[in-house]
């Protein structure tokens, strides 16, 4: 796997993945404009919260569970002081669909998060990594 990174200007930079797909990233800007993208540690969540949520699908699919949607919500805390790693991470999953098994959706989320999503057991190694679940009747 092989990313590049390209400066704009500023702290925006943009980068291009392997496969040709792009994403604006943008630290805090120096002067009062918006910011153009995510910053990169924002895009290390979405990261986690796109690599888990694809595994609770795709397990709970097999497990033949009705879903017809999957929300991650991360939240995060960070050293305060440089570097400012993150120390705790929370993923919280809304799985919604008809006539879902708890059980069913519950080890989806434990297989994810022990056997499957490299993001989360990658970040696990520098921060207390937890996962919580809900399931909605769609």
Same mark, same amino acid.
């Given at each position: 796997m092989q990313i &590049? #990174? /390209?400066w704009l200007d500023g702290s925006c930079f943009v980068g291009t993945t392997e496969t040709g797909h792009s994403v604006i990233m943008e630290g %805090? !800007? *120096?002067d009062s404009n918006p910011k153009r993208g !995510? +910053? !990169?540690m924002e895009l290390l969540l979405l990261g986690v919260a796109g690599c888990s949520s694809i595994d609770i699908v795709m397990i709970a699919e097999k497990q033949r569970q009705n879903i017809k949607d999957c929300q991650a919500t991360v939240t995060a805390k960070r050293a305060d002081d &440089? !570097?400012?790693v993150f120390t705790e991470i929370h993923i919280h999953f809304k799985v919604i669909g008809h006539d879902l /098994? =708890? #059980?069913a959706i519950e080890k989806a989320v434990q297989m994810s *998060? =022990? /056997?499957y999503c490299s993001a +989360?057991? %990658?970040l696990g190694k520098a921060a207390k990594v937890s996962h919580s679940f809900e399931v909605v009747e769609a």
């Open positions: &590049t #990174s /390209k %805090m !800007p *120096a !995510p +910053s !990169p &440089t !570097p400012r /098994k =708890e #059980s *998060a =022990e /056997k +989360s057991i %990658m």
